[in-house]
């Protein structure tokens, strides 16, 4: 692990902590070709406001545990977590001092590929959620915007090889999104260790 840079985001009501460098460059790369082809990624359909698309990502859920995950409609039945899942899962959970159950995994395959506002509030993950985000892959924008003070945003850079986690009150004040983009974007994959009850 590279601990060269860790950094607090310090926002209101909320527990934000960042790892620009978590994995160095040569480990995020293997990760990376090694998810693309080894996870089993779906293409599901989303219903939102009364229209049903497809998911402009695909997505793939590993857990310990047989417990099923809904949201936005689409429920998903866990896989068991691979071997190169439960090393990333250990070094995750060292950090954030905690044991996650599940991981749900976005593959986003260019800028057109996004996750629209939304929080991680869905009842199984309980009342403060702490929830770990790794990325390996191209890097992306990711956008904070808190529900109740429309002045209160921010935004970062999510790097290849880096760690982002939210703890605490995060999930009850803030929204986050992975916005599309026009510039030109390679595949990412994110990883998000959960704990679902």
């Not at 960042?18 to 219903?47: C, G, M, V």
């Not at 590993?62 to 439960?86: E, G, Q, R, V």
């Amino acid at each position: 692990m590279l601990f060269e840079e860790v950094i607090n985001l310090n926002m209101k009501d909320a527990d934000v902590i960042y790892y620009p460098r978590f994995f160095n460059n040569e480990i995020s790369d293997f990760y990376f070709k090694t998810l693309l082809t080894t996870l089993e990624w779906q293409h599901d359909t989303i219903t939102l406001f009364g229209k049903t698309h497809l998911q402009p990502r695909l997505t793939a859920l590993y857990a310990n545990n047989k417990h099923l995950y809904t949201y936005s409609n689409i429920t998903m039945h866990p896989k068991a977590f691979t071997k190169d899942l439960l090393q990333i899962k250990e070094a995750v959970n060292k950090e954030a001092n905690t044991n996650f159950t599940s991981c749900l995994a976005n593959l986003y395959r260019n800028g057109n590929d996004s996750n629209g506002w939304h929080a991680d509030n869905e009842k199984e993950l309980g009342e403060k959620p702490i929830i770990a985000s790794v990325t390996f892959g191209a890097e992306r924008i990711f956008h904070f915007k808190h529900k109740y003070i429309p002045t209160l945003k921010t935004k970062l850079i999510l790097k290849h090889g880096s760690l982002l986690i939210m703890k605490g009150s995060t999930q009850k004040y803030w929204l986050h999104q992975l916005p599309k983009t026009k510039k030109k974007v390679g595949e990412r994959i994110n990883l998000t260790f959960r704990i679902i009850a």
